[in-house]
């Protein structure tokens, strides 16, 4: 395949980089993992993206996993339309929000008050503030290689030994807001029930991926989930659930409808936003009636509830009720999964290919991929080699080894089949360039 012509989207890009540091809004969109530079997107419908140069994609990132439908759903557009002629924002309450925190907790049982905001980090921010605020203690229990969005005492790594106090990962993060949080291998229950042994005491909560994400995809080990719920429970702490990309993504109740543990708090956001920046927390009411008006944690946002972004999550939810496409996403993506570790195999590539549902992840590295140590063992030049290879093919990947790929519902059986030709050529050129 010739080799593509981005002239228009380098052209932005120099251009994006003299007023937006680095030429983006969020890093990973740079491409610097996978060592070329950015597609500058123009439209996308359905399966597909087509970026500044006329280039089209099928497209695996969905805008990293709310387009479970597809891009530009007819009937969330039209009901956007028609939101939008009424009005952008009130700052006022809305039938629309009642309705949309309806579905939400009819859909997860665990949520029984539930609070709109608009992104995923700043639900997982307010659901630990209401955990330190109902417990009256201060430390939070977070996992290797779970990402919860990019408030300060959640970016944070951990040192050597089996559980750590966290320092800071990021320039600006004071080291005493960090100290905070205490970091433990994901997937590892010893390490869970030690730390709990030895300062269960000082522990608000435990927030987990129940299927971690932003490692790459790596599902939880048996009985781990429910290890995280019995800790707690018998601690005094909290139990939270990061469902921001799980939710209504692995089933409609989310991760926890799969594997049938329910926590005390979860976060929800990019499906019940439709595309649009939403988001929310929810859970037990006696934890929720914390946050004023009717208690003393505060938490607020002008464009909470936003009447568009509500409008597209709940238009989103109606479809997904009414559509039940869980079990063809579960057919599509196996499908996908093992076209792409039969390609690797045929090229004598070491790979491991994580999938729950509809999000999976191609490990460059033998299996099993359990935790971040184990995902870290990839190896990511490979990685960049198959994603600028399978650009050139068509095919829009994640920019990044440590991401997941997400199959909509828009998927064709074609575009799978075209996609697992296109794995099979560019893995061949991995394997030639290794």
């Known amino acids: 395949m010739p080799k593509l012509d981005t002239t228009t989207s380098n052209s932005l890009f120099a251009r994006a980089e003299r007023v937006i540091p680095g030429g983006v809004n969020s890093p990973v969109r740079a491409f610097r993992a996978v060592g070329c530079s950015p597609l500058f997107i123009r439209e996308a419908s359905g399966a597909t993206i087509t970026d500044a140069d006329g280039n089209r994609f099928i497209d695996y990132v969905g805008s990293w996993g709310p387009m479970i439908l597809g891009h530009a759903h007819p009937a969330v557009i039209e009901a956007v ?34 609070r709109l905001v608009s992104s995923g980090t700043e639900a997982v921010m307010s659901a630990l503030r209401v955990a ?61 029930r030690q730390v709990f042994e030895e300062r269960g005491s000082e522990i608000a909560c435990v927030v987990v991926e129940p299927i971690a994400g932003n490692m790459g995809c790596v599902p939880p080990a048996p009985g781990y989930l429910e290890a995280v719920r019995e800790v707690t429970a018998r601690s005094g702490a909290l139990s939270v659930f990061d469902e921001v990309i799980t939710g209504f993504r692995v089933a409609y109740g989310g991760a926890q409808e799969l594997y049938g543990v329910q926590p005390d708090l979860t976060c929800l956001g990019k499906i019940i936003g439709g595309g649009l920046p939403a988001a929310a927390f929810g859970g037990r009411a006696d934890v929720m009636k914390k946050i004023a008006p009717l208690g003393s944690v505060y938490q607020a946002g002008t464009l909470s509830g ?15 009720k009414q559509l039940n496409p869980y079990p063809e996403l579960e057919r599509r993506s196996a499908k996908l999964a ?21 999000m999976m992840t191609a490990f460059f590295t033998e299996g099993p991929v359990t935790d971040w140590p184990s995902a870290a063992k990839s190896d990511t030049e490979r990685y960049a080699r198959f994603f600028r290879s399978m650009l050139e093919e068509g095919i829009y990947l994640a920019p990044s080894q440590f991401e997941c790929a997400f199959v909509s519902f828009a998927h064709s059986d074609a575009d799978i089949e075209r996609t697992i030709e296109a794995a099979r050529s560019a893995m061949r050129v991995v394997t030639a360039r290794s």
């Open 338 to 358: 093992n076209g792409l570790g039969e390609a690797a195999s045929q090229a004598g590539l070491p790979s491991t290919i994580n999938r729950v549902g509809s």
């Open 81 to 114: 339309r028609r939101a939008a002629e009424r009005g952008t924002s009130y700052g006022a309450p809305t039938e629309l929000e009642i309705e949309l925190a309806e579905r939400i907790i009819e859909a997860f049982p665990s949520i029984e008050l539930v």
């Open 306 to 320: 936003n009447p568009l972004a509500v409008t597209a999550g709940l238009e989103m939810l109606k479809l997904l």
């Open 132 to 192: 330190r605020g109902f417990t009256g203690r201060d430390r939070i229990v977070k996992m290797e290689g779970c990402y919860h969005g990019h408030s300060d005492g959640l970016l944070v790594k951990a040192g050597s030994g089996l559980a750590t106090f966290g320092t800071p990962d990021s320039s600006g993060v004071p080291a005493d807001f960090a100290r905070n949080t205490i970091v433990i291998p994901y997937n590892d229950e010893q390490a869970l």
